[in-house]
C-alpha cells in the first residue's frame, strides 16, 4: 500500500479526517502533499502492484512542475504510463526526488551533475538551531532547476535552513 502525508482514508475520499486538518494547520504538510497523496490513492487503485511499497515523502512545486520527495519513487519513473497517470491528476509535471537513508546519497543524486565536497552541520547558537553547509563543486549551469530552488527543496529534505556554495 502506498505511503501518503495523510492516512489512507483522507487520501482515498478526498475528505480530511480530524487529525489530518489538525496536522495541516501545523505545516506537518501542506496543502500540495494533500493533493499529490489524492493523485497517489487514485493511481494505486489502477496500478495496484506497482504503487505497494512507495512512500510519499512531500511535494513542493517549482516553476511548471512539482518535485516529489519519495522513499522506492523510482518505480514511478520506470512506468511511463503511471507517471502520465499522477501527472494528469496533479495537473503538473513531477520530478522525483529519491529519499535515501543516507543524506549524503540523497543529496549527491539531487545535486548531480554536481560533485558534494563537504555537508557540515553548523550550530548557530542562541537558539541551538541547526544549519546544514553544502559544498559544491561544478558548474551549476548544469542543474536541472535554478539553485535557490534547489535550496528550498534541501531545506525540505533536511527539515533544517541550508547554505549552498559552490566552488569551481
Do not use: W, Y
Not at 501542506?30 to 512512500?55: C, G, I
Not at 495537473?91 to 549527491?108: L, N
Amino acid at each position: 500500500m502506498v505511503k501518503t502525508p495523510i492516512c489512507n482514508f483522507c487520501a482515498k475520499t478526498g475528505v480530511l479526517c480530524k487529525k489530518c486538518k489538525r496536522n495541516l494547520r501545523k505545516k506537518k504538510f501542506t496543502a500540495l502533499d494533500v493533493e499529490v497523496s489524492k493523485a497517489f490513492a487514485k493511481a494505486e487503485t489502477r496500478f495496484p502492484k506497482l504503487l505497494q511499497n512507495v512512500t510519499l515523502d512531500r511535494s513542493h512545486r517549482l516553476d511548471r512542475s512539482i518535485v516529489l520527495l519519495t522513499r522506492n519513487g523510482r518505480v514511478i519513473l520506470d512506468n511511463d504510463v503511471l507517471k502520465k497517470f499522477i501527472e494528469s491528476e496533479i495537473k503538473d509535471p513531477i520530478e522525483i526526488v529519491e529519499r535515501k537513508s543516507d543524506t549524503r546519497k540523497t543529496f549527491a543524486d539531487f545535486f548531480a551533475p554536481l560533485d558534494i565536497l563537504e555537508i557540515d552541520q553548523i550550530f548557530a547558537p542562541p537558539e541551538g538551531d541547526i544549519e546544514l553547509k553544502i559544498t559544491l563543486r561544478g558548474d551549476p549551469d548544469l542543474l536541472r532547476f535554478p539553485l535557490d530552488q534547489l535550496k528550498q527543496i534541501a531545506e525540505l529534505i533536511s527539515k533544517n535552513p541550508v547554505r549552498l556554495e559552490i566552488q569551481s
